[in-house]
């Protein structure tokens, strides 16, 4: 939609997505198909594989993917599946494997880390076979902040195209040489888009998040960004945008305590310090938000209709680790708590949702950014 804060359009209140459209099987198929094949999906960390061999199996939109680090240190996607009668190859979700050699569980088809066939198990080929047109089945792939991106399109869209942002906007934090202090995993009961939604307001953050409320001032008024204060005067009114309006007095970070856990990241102008978040989203898998000690990545990915896996990654410089009496367990314990209040509400939408499967919501003028997301999700054709 409009960005244009006076556009009249943008004040008005619109119906939003019908209730079916966040359960039914045809709706997620369709999404998946129009969405997650199609678009570049953060699947992990470039440090979980760092050596030649090691990979990552993961799971997108009903396909098995195969990550891996090749001998060059060049990051690389397959299906996961192999060319002879389709097993999958990755034993586990994240391994090594020995010798370069990707060996079919099955009849122990093999391949190099560059995908090429190179035995059809213990007998030779027949007279005629093609070895190179047997090779495991590419992707594309892309590292980005220490991020990996792969697509199940062949064919991709441009790289930057799901970003909010400018692809530098968090250079200052140097996340690719970031490592993950703590990861958890939950499963929440929701519809991805119902995450995304709660993910893309504010006006439930005074009821929902008392804590962060108090923590992030313009949050406890119910307000995503300080440009959107109603009673401020244009010259206050700007920010940068994907930034808050600063902490509570006194506070530094998003904590227990408001206090830093780590060492402030030294590349952050006065700007990015003070800010107390900066956001990043890259549609659909992914947002990272920059504080001024760690970064928290969000990555997620739909289980099922009614099913959202989430990701979370704490990351801090690999040196702030090695500190001694290092404790991540305060920004960790106040962002889950966060998350977790979050969780519940978007559980709570979705079990309403199930009410009255053809009614539609209302979306008011504060919900501009949610109204935004629908308009993306028609835009790929996802959505009617
Ligand atoms: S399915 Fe892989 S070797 Fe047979
Ligand atoms: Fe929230």
Redesign the pocket.
């Known amino acids: 939609m409009s960005s244009d804060r006076t556009d009249p359009a943008r004040h008005a209140a619109v119906p939003s997505l019908p209730a079916h459209a966040y359960f039914e099987a045809d709706a997620h198929e369709r999404e998946l198909r129009r969405v997650w094949r199609r678009h570049w999906i953060c699947a992990g960390r470039a440090e979980e594989i760092a050596a030649a061999g090691e990979y990552l199996a993961v799971r997108i939109a009903d396909r098995g993917i195969l990550l891996l680090r090749d001998e060059q240190g060049g990051l690389r996607g397959y299906l996961d599946s192999?060319r002879?009668?389709?097993?999958a190859l990755c034993p586990s979700e994240r391994g090594r494997f020995p010798r370069a050699a990707i060996v079919?569980p099955?009849?122990?088809?093999t391949y190099d880390l560059q995908g090429r066939l190179l035995r059809t198990?213990a007998r030779p080929p027949p007279e005629g076979f093609d070895r190179d047109a047997h090779g495991l089945r590419p992707l594309p792939v892309r590292e980005w902040s220490g991020f990996l991106f792969v697509c199940l399109d062949p064919d991709p869209p441009p790289f930057a195209a799901g970003f909010d942002q400018p692809l530098e906007r968090l250079d200052a934090w140097r996340l690719a040489d970031c490592v993950s202090a703590h990861r958890s995993v939950l499963t929440i009961a929701c519809n991805w888009k119902v995450f995304w939604e709660n993910y893309n307001e504010c006006l439930h953050c005074p009821g929902v998040h008392p804590g962060l409320s108090r923590l992030v001032p313009i949050y406890g008024r119910g307000l995503l960004e300080a440009r959107d204060d109603p009673d401020s005067r244009p010259q206050t009114a700007g920010g940068e945008p994907g930034t808050g309006d600063g902490l509570r007095h006194g506070a530094r970070s998003w904590t227990t305590t408001g206090e830093l856990v780590g060492p402030e990241f030294p590349g952050l102008g006065a700007a990015d310090r003070q800010a107390g978040q900066v956001y990043v989203t890259a549609l659909p898998s992914l947002f990272v938000v920059g504080h001024a000690d760690y970064a928290r990545a969000v990555r997620m990915r739909p289980l099922g209709p009614e099913t959202t896996e989430l990701r979370v990654d704490y990351l801090f410089p690999r040196e702030a680790l090695a500190m001694p009496g290092f404790d991540p367990s305060p920004a960790v314990e106040f962002a889950e708590r966060v998350l977790g209040e979050d969780a519940a509400i978007c559980e709570t939408n979705q079990r309403g949702l199930r009410a009255a499967p053809q009614a539609r919501g209302v979306l008011m003028p504060e919900e501009y950014a949610v109204r935004a997301f629908h308009d993306w999700l028609r835009a790929e054709g996802a959505i009617d």
């Open positions: 192999c002879h009668r389709g097993a079919c099955y009849h122990a088809w198990g």
